[in-house]
């Protein structure tokens, strides 16, 4: 069965800072995997997705994300933290039938 | 941009009582989903609709569920009987293209709360 866990159900960064979110997954076939966002009282919406083209997945906001599949990780990153950054991050990945498996979310905090 | 709509935002109901949540995908996409997230957990996998059948459904989906495309605009999402345990954010979503590696485009999302 494919899962993915996310490391760290809090993480906090200064203004400017890098960020590091980290997502590791399970499948037993090559995984497509996700990264969405989620701001206060709104919907969740796609960062960027990995689907085996490039393992160096480049999304919206300055947000990138690197697939290693000897680490089984999917890890989200941003140089330099801005404070609308502040959100909710999911990893998830795609399983059959229209099924998205999330992780647990990522609440991300950006100090000035 | 097209976006998904969800009403209502918010909907408090009595235990036992029979809910409709309601959906406005993207008018050109033909796949859709629901997915809930209670308090604290992570966002699960309900059920998926295309061509006016179920796709795929989750252990979650029982019978007390169902899902129905009434007309070409709303997709709903009705639970007869609420229980306590029902209370969670409920989040609509669709794909234009067959959900592999295509994008889902999520919905606000609908608080419900069961007393």
């Known amino acids: ?112 | 941009e097209p976006e998904v709509t969800q009403t209502p935002s918010h909907q408090v109901t009595q235990m036992g009582q029979e809910v409709i949540l309601r959906c406005v995908p993207i008018s050109n996409h033909l796949y859709f989903y629901w997915y809930r997230q209670i308090l604290g957990q992570k966002v699960e996998f309900l059920v998926s609709f295309y061509n006016n059948e179920i796709s795929e459904k989750s252990e979650i989906f029982d019978d007390q569920f169902s899902v129905e495309r009434p007309d070409g605009s709303n997709f709903t999402l009705k639970i007869r009987s609420t229980k306590l345990e029902d209370s969670a954010m409920y989040f609509c979503a669709s794909s234009e293209l067959p959900p592999t590696a295509n994008e889902q485009f999520f919905g606000p999302g609908t608080r419900l709360t069961v007393l």
Not at chain 1, 48 to 67: P, W
Not at chain 1, 86 to 109: D, H, P, R
Request: charged content about 15%.
């Open chain 1, 1 to 112: 069965a494919q899962s993915v866990t996310q490391l760290g159900s809090h993480v906090s960064v200064s203004e400017g800072a890098l960020v590091l979110l980290r997502c590791n997954y399970s499948s037993s076939v090559p995984p497509y995997l996700f990264w969405y966002v989620q701001y206060p009282n709104q919907g969740l919406q796609l960062l960027l997705k990995y689907t085996s083209a490039a393992t160096l997945v480049k999304g919206i906001n300055g947000f990138e994300a690197e697939f290693k599949k000897s680490e089984t990780s999917f890890h989200l990153t941003k140089p330099s933290a801005h404070m609308s950054d502040a959100a909710e991050y999911f990893c998830a990945v795609y399983n059959q039938g229209g099924k998205l498996i999330f992780g647990q979310g990522t609440e991300l905090s950006v100090k000035p």
